[in-house]
């Protein structure tokens, strides 16, 4: 069995009108508290941060499936929301994933089902997806789109 470690420093000073940096190999950014919620709004969040550990885990994940699939494609782009509640203290609720996929080939029926398939997959195995699972509610709103 084979281990990954993924490392990260930071600093915080101040309470929610506070910031910090974080810095990991490939990341260095300020991060504060949404103004939305009473904070600085300055860098990113750890709403955002989470958002974008999701999305981009399930694009990476999704074009893998894709290829393994033998499904020729362009390129995927995505659109996502996360919902955070604040009911009880504040929780991350929903996040809803809008990929659009630029397929290289015309597709039909069994086309869409194979690539409803991906999606499924995908989304079952992304890691960060299987973090969150229970707690956070994922939809998926696919597009497919034939390049000419």
Known sequence: MTDFHFNL?????????GSGQIKTNGLSTVVSVDQSMSGKGI???????????????????????????????????????????KRGGLHFEKVIHQPTIYLLKPFDETGTDRLEYCIHKAEQDCMIAKAVKGNVQIDIEPKFIAVP
Do not use: M
């Open 9 to 17: 420093k930071g600093t915080w000073n101040g309470s929610w009108d």
């Open 43 to 85: 860098g990113t969040n750890p709403d955002e941060l989470l958002l974008g550990a999701l999305a981009s885990c399930f694009l990476i994940t999704l074009g893998i499936r894709l290829d393994k699939e033998k499904i020729a494609y362009d390129h995927i782009a995505i659109q996502t929301q996360g919902v955070v509640t």
